[in-house]
């Protein structure tokens, strides 16, 4: 999320940063919910696109969003971060660590991004 949100958000606030924190590991690193990686993902998506009230629509974040953990799901085959550990990070041949798998999904969503700006300049 700090990567790419700062990259499209500009600079992020201290607040937007701890209240991202949660998420890692799975949610409070237990392993058992999103991979920590898409959950920051769809932030930085409801950073650009999400609405800043009731009157707005919320579908631009959303269809994003979907598209985003499509690819994720394509690219790694799942999203519960302890599934992810044990078929893609952790297994001989596998990427090793969290931090290549998060570099993969920043990639994926920068590549989303450019493919979303091309069609709506937005932001």
């Known amino acids: 999320m700090l990567v790419v949100g ?7 606030s201290s607040e937007c940063t701890r209240m991202a924190t949660g ?3 799975g949610v409070g690193d237990t392993q058992q919910e999103m991979c920590g990686a898409l959950s920051g993902g769809v932030l930085v998506i409801g950073g650009l696109l999400g609405r800043k009230g009731l009157g707005e629509s919320d579908r631009p974040a959303l269809t994003l969003a979907t598209r ?3 690819r994720f799901l394509a690219e790694f085959g799942d999203t519960q971060c ?3 550990r044990e078929t893609v990070v952790y297994v ?3 990427l090793g ?4 798998l998060v570099e993969r999904a ?3 969503l920068l590549e989303l991004l450019v493919e979303a700006e091309r069609v709506n300049s937005r932001w």
């Open 6 to 12: 700062e990259h499209v958000l500009g600079d992020l």
């Open 23 to 25: 998420f890692a590991g």
């Open 68 to 70: 985003y953990r499509r």
């Open 82 to 84: 302890a599934r992810l």
């Open 92 to 94: 001989p041949g596998g």
């Open 97 to 100: 660590s969290c931090a290549v």
């Open 106 to 108: 920043a990639t994926i």
